[in-house]
């Protein structure tokens, strides 16, 4: 079934560790997002890309970093100059001007 | 700047009753979309359905109706008879522009529907 994948579902962090979310979509989409949800709050925008090779910083790019060197995975790399990293991720992809659909969110906490 | 205000941060309706979810939504594009999204307790968004701004057009699927309102910038979602399943965080987004020219969606903070049996 098509879809998007994302691991792992529950990640724990220390602090002044990195750590890498993975999504990974079979749809055949162009674009991927990324989001982060905090409690109470609605999605906000961190970093999304158009096409491979390409991405752009979105609302909240500070502390965090991705790479698209395929179609189908757009990893998302959350840093130790992330101060604040405890929070619900999900990635997302479309087709130009579409709807977007969702993977099923990492929660991450730190430690 | 687009801006999408969900004014109630939670509602509670006893199964069967209609409810009816406010969006309203600020943008200086001519055209752009309008997005609703349920977001159950699992987590994952789950895609409602997309509006562009030519059509006003209101639209039902089952229990669900949108009524999209140029006039007043909004884009309001009603539930009929509802059920205990539709408990789940709402969101509604809105589609465009971004200064950068890129095309971004702009949610809502959610609004928490609790249906009680």
């Known amino acids: 079934d098509g879809g998007i994948t994302q691991s792992p579902k529950y990640l724990f962090r220390k602090e002044g560790q990195n750590v890498t979310l993975s999504c990974e979509q079979n749809l055949n989409h162009d674009a991927m997002y990324w989001y982060r949800q905090d409690p109470g709050q609605g999605l906000r925008l961190i970093y999304y890309?158009?096409?491979?090779?390409?991405?752009q910083k979105g609302d909240i790019a500070e502390g965090y970093s991705v790479s698209r060197e395929k179609k189908e995975s757009f990893p998302l790399t959350v840093t130790s100059a992330q101060k604040n990293p405890t929070a619900f991720y999900l990635c997302?992809?479309?087709?130009?001007?579409?709807?977007?659909?969702f993977g099923p969110g990492t929660r991450l906490t730190v430690l | 700047a687009q801006k999408v205000t969900q004014a109630q941060t939670e509602i509670s309706v006893v199964e069967k009753e209609d409810v009816t979810l406010d969006c309203v939504y600020e943008t200086r594009d001519t055209t752009y979309y309008l997005f609703w999204y349920k977001q159950p307790p699992s987590g994952e968004l789950v895609f409602l359905i997309r509006r562009n701004s030519f059509d006003e057009q209101n639209e039902i699927s089952g229990r669900y109706s949108w009524n999209f309102q140029k006039s007043t910038s909004s884009f309001n979602f009603t539930i009929t008879a509802s059920q205990v399943v539709d408990s789940a965080v709402y969101f509604c987004?809105?589609?465009?522009?971004?200064?950068?020219?890129?095309?971004?969606?702009?949610f809502g903070k959610g609004t928490k529907l609790s249906v009680i049996p």
């Open positions: 890309s158009q096409i491979v090779n390409d991405f």
């Open positions: 987004a809105l589609g465009g522009y971004s200064g950068a020219g890129s095309y971004q969606l702009t």
């Open positions: 997302a992809s479309s087709i130009r001007l579409n709807e977007q659909f």
